[in-house]
């Protein structure tokens, strides 16, 4: 019987803020912050008892990954009115900053499949365990 546990988690925040100032009753201010921060968890373990895994005996991996994207917009507004006539301008500056990060372990040929993902280092694959990682 071929059995497989695949769990993944997941943990995410998005929210915005902005404030407006007037320097004058001509000239105002909009700063915006805006943040998305997502973080996952996934647990996978394929068992060893089915036909694609019996080279295997078994295949564990854990990842989490971590996620923050941050955006600030500032919007600069002048609007003058001069007799008959209106005059206006917008300036818009924005700055956007990532930064990512993964973790993983993977492991096969397990003596049983009891511990599953919670004992990978029980793995007996003759390279040991495979360990990944990434940030941008």
Same mark, same amino acid.
């Given at each position: 019987? !071929?059995?497989?546990?695949?769990?993944?988690? +997941?943990?995410?925040?998005?929210?915005?803020?902005?404030?407006?100032?007037?320097?004058?009753?001509?000239?105002?201010? %909009?700063?915006?912050?805006?943040?998305?921060?997502?973080? %996952? !968890?996934?647990?996978?373990?394929?068992?060893?008892?089915? @036909? %694609?895994?019996?080279?295997?005996?078994?295949?564990?991996? *854990?990842?989490?990954?971590?996620?923050?994207?941050?955006?600030? #917009?500032? *919007?600069?507004?002048?609007?003058?009115? *001069?007799?008959?006539? @209106?005059?206006?301008? #917008? +300036?818009?500056? @924005?700055?956007?900053? %990532?930064?990512?990060?993964?973790?993983?372990?993977?492991?096969? *040929?397990?003596?049983?499949?009891?511990?599953?993902?919670?004992?990978?280092? +029980?793995?007996? +694959?003759?390279?040991?365990?495979?360990?990944?990682?990434?940030?941008?």
């Amino acid at each position: 019987i !071929e059995s497989t546990t695949d769990l993944t988690t +997941a943990d995410r925040f998005l929210g915005n803020l902005f404030a407006d100032y007037a320097f004058t009753k001509d000239l105002h201010l %909009r700063v915006l912050v805006g943040a998305d921060i997502d973080t %996952r !968890e996934k647990n996978y373990y394929f068992s060893g008892d089915g @036909e %694609r895994a019996v080279s295997q005996q078994g295949i564990a991996s *854990i990842g989490t990954t971590h996620g923050v994207n941050l955006l600030n #917009t500032n *919007i600069l507004t002048y609007n003058k009115k *001069i007799g008959k006539h @209106e005059l206006g301008a #917008t +300036a818009v500056y @924005e700055l956007q900053t %990532r930064n990512f990060k993964s973790h993983n372990l993977s492991n096969s *040929i397990f003596i049983t499949d009891i511990t599953q993902y919670n004992d990978i280092g +029980a793995g007996t +694959a003759p390279n040991g365990i495979l360990i990944g990682s990434n940030q941008t």
